[in-house]
């Protein structure tokens, strides 16, 4: 079920947002849409991956040498 969204925003921004849907052949509209539901996405999948590193990291037992640079070393030119 969709339902409506009433924003209030600048008359500029308003403007330049019509111009870039036109570029795009669609409307404001369906880009904030576009938007929210990308972020939405975007949110769930920065969870799932925040999840399985916390997996990785308490499962994973790793072993790193010793570092064989300086700091020097990674600033040279």
């Known amino acids: 079920m969709e339902r ?3 924003l ?3 008359e500029e921004l308003l403007r330049a947002a019509r111009r870039i849907a036109l570029d795009r052949n669609t409307s404001v509209n369906q880009m904030v849409r576009e938007y929210l539901a990308e972020t939405v996405r975007g949110t769930g999948r920065e969870q799932a991956a925040v999840a399985e590193l916390d997996r990785l990291f308490r499962t994973t037992r790793g072993k790193v ?3 064989s640079w300086t700091h020097d070393d990674l600033h040279e030119q």
């Open 4 to 6: 409506n969204l009433t």
């Open 8 to 10: 209030t925003i600048d």
């Open 65 to 67: 040498g010793k570092a």
